[in-house]
């Protein structure tokens, strides 16, 4: 996914969306688990990848598709949102820093970008979570999952999700749900990172090895 | 032609009797599909193909093997029927959860119910359940490279047999015949199999394995558009298969969405 394949002219670049993130609102903000596996083909590139991106300390966004388009554009959505901060004497709202995303992308749609993304912050209005991608996509949601795990995330955060969790079982869902994709999904794996964004800002949670996971959750049973 | 109704011409074998209408449904319009979020301009592979609009399951656990289902048919964009039968009970103690072409599911099925009779007349006891898989799969291998298309899971309850007890196969059009104790089919598998994968050990009891497997099909008829309307529950033991009453999953729906809008109420009042 992270390595160009070299084709002939006629053929255009592949790429694979081989990955699980996913993102959730709830009451006390917001949820942001992903997976850290990279695949070419069949090979897997990497165990280790970092696939938020730290936009600012109260925005972050996560990496679906081409990891040099997402990263590229999402360095350029900060460098937009510090340029806000300073013209503007306010933080940036999630719903703005998304739409600046969609904008710069849109103008390149067809191009072969790829880049599947979710924009997650806190703001005025309270937790923000956006899907933008490079189809021109922008949706507000409450709850996402991006990537070829998605639908197996999908099952478990559908049948966890309520308003009233409290952060640890907020958490624990959405590591639960990664790690069920990537027990299923050959191009997930790795590890899982958390982070939960609050009024405050974002917070890493923790980085946990999906097999240790595996043995975790085989001996709760 | 019904006005504002959009048809695609498909191949209409997936619903049986069906032909009447098969002229007046010969049209090229094709509505502009909304895109999914990864779907991005070149084509992107599948991690692996989707086909089988269906959601099936079926699992092995101390009490016997429990096998549920969805009840929609669908071609291409329309339901074409909202209360089919997905799960098929072909003896006694051996059902079938049927995906792919359902004409073809629904004749497999009889000819198989009909040479396992021959051979319980035959040999004066039943065939076990991998035997009934072999002879599935033997059938169906000189089809293999036509477009017939079945993926079962037969789940039976073997006596008489040196491994007697539960037992669940896998059987698909392409060849495949596997032996397992978790199986989920179709369009909606990745979703139920989330659901599954968290739940499902040997020790359960029947009634939290029944739950179970309504959650796993509710969950993946939620975000399938392939699959919905009803969901069936079959379980079978050493006394033969039994069916819990087919149940509407709308109604599942509403109440979570009532529960929910609750505990949000209760909430806000707290506040």
Known sequence: MFIKQFHTAERKIEFLHGTTTLAFKFEHGVIVAVDSRATAGSYIASQTVKKVIEINPYLLGTMAGGAADCSFWERLLARQCRIYELRNKERISVAAASKLLANMVYQYKGMGLSMGTMVCGWDKRGPGLYYVDSEGNRVCGDLFAVGSGSMYAYGVMDSGLRQDLTVDEACELGRRAIYQATFRDAYSGGQVNLYHVHSGGWTRISQEDVLMLHQKYRDQA | ?271
């Open chain 2, 1 to 271: 032609m019904r006005q504002g109704v959009v048809y695609i011409n498909t191949n209409f074998s997936s619903v049986s009797g069906f032909d009447a209408e098969r002229d007046s449904m010969r049209t090229c319009l094709l509505s502009p599909l909304p895109s999914l979020p990864f779907v991005s301009s070149q084509p992107v592979p599948l991690p692996f193909p989707m086909a089988h609009g269906t959601t099936t399951l079926a699992f092995v656990f101390q009490g016997g093997v429990l096998a549920a289902a969805d009840t929609r048919s669908s071609c291409s964009g329309l339901v074409a029927c909202p209360a089919s039968q997905k799960i098929l009970p072909i003896h006694s103690h051996l059902v079938g959860t049927t995906s792919g072409t359902s004409a073809d599911c629904a004749l497999w099925k009889r000819i198989l119910s009909r040479e396992l009779r021959l051979y319980q007349l035959r040999n004066g006891r039943r065939l076990s359940t991998s035997g009934a898989a072999k002879l599935l799969s033997h059938m169906l291998h000189p089809f293999k490279g036509t477009e017939l298309c079945v993926a079962a899971t037969l789940c039976g309850w073997d006596d008489h047999t040196s491994l007697s007890g539960p037992s669940l196969f896998y059987v698909c059009s392409d060849g495949s015949r596997l032996q397992g104790t978790l199986f989920s089919v179709g369009s909606g598998s990745p979703y139920a199999y989330s659901i599954l994968d968290q739940g499902v050990q040997w020790g359960l009891t029947v009634a939290e394995a029944t739950s179970i497997a309504r959650e796993a099909v509710y969950r993946a008829t939620h975000r399938d558009a392939y699959s919905g309307n009803c969901v069936d529950v079959y379980h079978v033991t050493s006394q033969g298969w039994t069916r819990r009453t087919r149940e509407d999953l709308k109604e599942e729906y509403y109440r979570e969405k009532e529960s929910r809008r609750q505990t949000h109420e209760a909430e806000k009042k707290m506040l």
